[in-house]
């Protein structure tokens, strides 16, 4: 039993999505169009989720707008009470289909960019004609007064551009800017030697960002994201494992964390079958790393461990094959040194290929 609420719901509508791009957060195993909850059951989870105490939820996939029914979904959300915010790569993003998602109740518009070079922003999109698709479609949700998120991913291939980012992002009118570098997991982690930058490019980068929030106080505020590989201690992932968000696959499993399908030897309870309340307060899944008590030692007694709730699980996963040790991006990790090296092997790689994210691998 728990008398933790979630502040909000990472509603994943599809894995489907027009774009590629390699350091794409989805699982490799992507779930297929006929596997997605329909409309009558993500209108019920909505409902659930804000009688739960969810505040807002994102809407997110892959790329939702190819849901046919994302205007009745938006409805739905905000009917419930939910404040919305559409997570887009913007293509497809027309000013009638914005205008309907507006008259439905959208409230925000994430757009994802790869950068500020058309044809190398397209190459990473794995999606000729997507830069420019973004561009206009920043505009057309300003221009319908809605609020406006530009989050850029940045990796290898474009940290030399995150001074360029910034002003783009400022020029289009965004009221937020996401300057995330890439998290390993999903398609990220089988594309890390070709993403990962090297650590003095990411604290010049770091730097340019710290005095852009100076600069642009009061105009854009910028959220900075920094690569995990060169932190001294992990994040809070997800604000702690079932304490602040559920995330609702596209076939209906209910995740304490968009990768924690990954994680092995967990049962995940399905939204098909049970209500969202049951699944975030009874579920196996969502009970098994939340609090302190799963805790190994360092994190055991640490007086960080209700701060940063160990790290991420499925980083820890990825790295050391159990998903219950302490996430070595924490310097205090017996296996933080590996990580490093890891790190600085990825980015001094050649390899500049990507494997582009798809169905079917
Ligand atoms: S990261 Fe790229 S490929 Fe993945 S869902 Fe977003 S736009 Fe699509
Ligand atoms: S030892 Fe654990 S709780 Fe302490 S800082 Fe590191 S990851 Fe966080």
Same mark, same amino acid.
């Given at each position: 039993?728990? %008398?933790?609420?979630?502040?909000?719901?990472?509603?994943?509508? /599809?894995?489907?999505?027009?774009?590629?791009?390699?350091?794409?957060?989805?699982?490799? %195993?992507?779930?297929?169009?006929?596997?997605?909850?329909?409309?009558?059951?993500? /209108?019920?989870?909505?409902?659930?989720?804000?009688?739960?105490?969810?505040?807002?939820?994102?809407?997110?996939?892959?790329?939702?707008?190819?849901?046919? %029914?994302?205007?009745?979904?938006?409805?739905?959300?905000?009917?419930?009470?939910? !404040? +919305?915010?559409? &997570?887009?790569?913007?293509? =497809?993003?027309?000013?009638?289909?914005?205008?309907?998602?507006?008259?439905?109740?959208?409230?925000?518009?994430?757009?994802?960019?790869?950068?500020?070079?058309?044809?190398?922003?397209?190459?990473?999109?794995?999606?000729?004609?997507?830069?420019?698709?973004?561009?206009?479609?920043?505009?057309?949700?300003?221009?319908? #007064?809605?609020?406006?998120?530009?989050?850029?991913?940045?990796?290898? =291939?474009?940290?030399?551009?995150?001074?360029?980012?910034?002003?783009?992002?400022?020029?289009?009118?965004?009221?937020?800017?996401?300057?995330?570098?890439?998290?390993?997991? #999903?398609?990220?982690?089988?594309?890390?030697?070709?993403?990962?930058?090297?650590?003095?490019?990411?604290?010049?980068?770091?730097?340019?960002?710290?005095?852009?929030? $100076?600069?642009?106080?009061?105009?854009?505020?910028? %959220?900075?994201?920094?690569?995990?590989?060169?932190?001294?201690?992990?994040?809070?992932?997800? #604000? =702690?494992?079932?304490?602040?968000? &559920?995330?609702?696959?596209?076939?209906?499993?209910?995740?304490?964390?968009?990768?924690?399908?990954?994680?092995?030897?967990?049962?995940?309870?399905?939204?098909?079958?049970?209500?969202?309340?049951?699944?975030? +307060?009874?579920?196996?899944?969502?009970?098994?790393?939340?609090? +302190?008590?799963?805790?190994? $030692?360092?994190?055991?007694?640490?007086?960080?461990?209700?701060?940063?709730?160990?790290?991420?699980?499925?980083?820890?996963?990825?790295?050391?094959?159990?998903?219950?040790?302490?996430?070595?991006?924490?310097?205090?990790?017996?296996?933080?040194?590996?990580?490093?090296?890891?790190?600085?092997?990825?980015?001094?790689?050649?390899? #500049?290929? !990507?494997?582009?994210?798809?169905?079917?691998?």
């Amino acid at each position: 039993m728990t %008398d933790l609420r979630p502040i909000g719901l990472l509603a994943e509508l /599809t894995h489907r999505c027009p774009l590629g791009c390699p350091y794409c957060s989805n699982p490799l %195993d992507l779930v297929r169009a006929g596997q997605e909850l329909d409309t009558k059951t993500w /209108t019920r989870v909505f409902a659930e989720a804000a009688e739960l105490g969810a505040l807002h939820v994102h809407l997110s996939g892959g790329e939702p707008l190819v849901r046919k %029914d994302i205007a009745e979904l938006v409805n739905a959300a905000h009917l419930a009470g939910l !404040y +919305t915010n559409l &997570i887009t790569s913007a293509v =497809g993003l027309t000013a009638q289909s914005l205008t309907e998602l507006r008259a439905a109740g959208l409230e925000h518009v994430q757009i994802s960019i790869q950068g500020v070079d058309t044809a190398r922003a397209d190459a990473v999109a794995h999606h000729k004609g997507a830069a420019k698709a973004k561009r206009e479609a920043a505009k057309l949700v300003v221009e319908e #007064g809605l609020a406006l998120t530009v989050n850029a991913v940045i990796h290898r =291939g474009n940290i030399a551009d995150v001074a360029a980012i910034i002003d783009l992002a400022e020029g289009w009118g965004a009221g937020r800017l996401e300057v995330a570098h890439v998290q390993y997991h #999903g398609w990220a982690i089988a594309n890390r030697a070709s993403l990962m930058p090297a650590r003095e490019d990411f604290l010049a980068a770091a730097k340019i960002v710290e005095d852009a929030r $100076k600069r642009l106080e009061g105009t854009l505020v910028i %959220d900075h994201v920094i690569p995990d590989y060169y932190a001294e201690r992990p994040k809070a992932c997800m #604000g =702690g494992w079932g304490r602040q968000v &559920i995330v609702v696959a596209p076939d209906g499993r209910a995740l304490p964390c968009h990768a924690a399908a990954t994680l092995p030897g967990l049962a995940f309870d399905n939204v098909r079958e049970k209500p969202l309340g049951e699944i975030w +307060t009874n579920s196996e899944a969502f009970q098994k790393f939340r609090g +302190t008590e799963w805790m190994p $030692k360092p994190c055991q007694g640490c007086e960080r461990a209700e701060i940063d709730w160990g790290g991420c699980r499925c980083q820890a996963f990825a790295l050391t094959g159990n998903p219950a040790t302490t996430d070595p991006v924490c310097a205090l990790s017996p296996d933080h040194q590996k990580m490093r090296e890891m790190a600085t092997a990825d980015a001094a790689s050649t390899n #500049g290929t !990507y494997r582009f994210r798809r169905i079917g691998g």
